[in-house]
């Protein structure tokens, strides 16, 4: 690889996201992702080599280090926020279409349900996968995901819960989604859910962790 790659790369995995951050401390003043990333493109490294040497391996050795125990959530965090300032210095060539993503996944926390840091997680380390994501927040309403899958068609559906009172809501929009779209894939997680409680309810996969998601979905891609 690219030295240039890999340090944005690394810039990812410790999560630096731009030059004035003082986290990590012992990358303090040194350029961020979103300077490797501006490096990158000047030096004329195409935004989908940026994505699938840099981006994408960075946010899965990131999501597997969180699988395994080896980093926690603060970690991840600053690792996705990394990922998101490299994401939008690429997101103009996403838009104009010289970029070509996975897939689209439409996520959401679900009504009744205001926790979202999980969910927020779970977003960005699929955009990194290289989906593009629509991210309808906390509290959404069966209608609300029903819309955005009519928007978006063949669009793979994110259910997140973390509550056991709404869980039963989380069955509910399954079952709202099923009815009128049956072919949408729906993806379920948060931290009350299991393989068991997806069948019961229908859905199409339970994934525990942002890692196992963003398998789920490549899988589904081809
Ligand atoms: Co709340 N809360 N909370 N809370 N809260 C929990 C969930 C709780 C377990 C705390 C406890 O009692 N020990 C408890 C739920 C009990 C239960 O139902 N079993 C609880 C409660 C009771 C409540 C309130 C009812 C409290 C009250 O008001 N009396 C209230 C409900 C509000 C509502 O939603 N309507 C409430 C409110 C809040 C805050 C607003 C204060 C805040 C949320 C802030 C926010 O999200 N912006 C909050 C917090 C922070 C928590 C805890 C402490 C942390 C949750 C979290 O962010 N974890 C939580 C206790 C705990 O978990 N230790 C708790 C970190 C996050 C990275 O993990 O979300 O599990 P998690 O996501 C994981 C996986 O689950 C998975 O990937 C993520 C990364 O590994 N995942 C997916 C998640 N979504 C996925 C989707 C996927 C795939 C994987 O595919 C689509």
């Known amino acids: ?12 995995e410790f999560g630096k996201a731009d030059k004035n951050s003082p986290y990590p401390p012992n990358l303090k003043g040194l350029d961020g992702s979103k300077e490797h990333t501006l490096s990158a493109l000047e030096a004329g490294v195409t935004p989908q080599r ?3 040497e840099a981006l994408i391996p960075a946010m ?6 969180f699988s395994e125990n080896k980093i926690f959530v603060p970690q991840m965090l600053m690792a996705a926020k990394a990922m998101s300032a490299s994401m939008l ?3 103009p060539f996403f838009a ?13 926390t679900v009504k009744g349900d205001l926790h979202d840091i999980g969910k927020n997680l779970v977003s960005m380390i699929i955009e990194g996968g290289g989906w593009t994501i629509i991210d309808l927040g906390v509290d959404v309403s069966s209608e609300r995901f029903i819309d955005a899958i009519k928007k978006n068609p063949g669009a793979i559906v994110g259910l997140s819960a973390l509550l056991t009172t709404t869980m039963n809501s989380m069955g509910e929009i399954v079952a709202n989604i099923k009815s009128e779209l049956p072919e949408t894939k729906i993806l379920i997680g948060g931290a009350p859910v299991n393989m068991d ?5 229908g859905a199409d996969h339970y994934a525990p962790d942002p890692q196992r998601a963003v398998e789920y979905l490549n899988k589904m891609a081809g």
């Not at 899965?60 to 280090?65: E, L």
């Not at 409680?197 to 309810?201: L, Q």
């Open 89 to 91: 210095q690429l997101k």
């Open 1 to 12: 690889m690219e030295e240039i790659l890999e340090k944005l790369f690394e810039a990812i």
């Open 60 to 65: 899965g050795k990131v999501g597997k280090k």
């Open 197 to 201: 409680f997806c069948v019961s309810i």
């Open 96 to 108: 104009s279409g010289e970029l070509k993503t996975k897939g689209t996944f439409v996520i959401g």
């Open 50 to 52: 940026i994505l699938e």
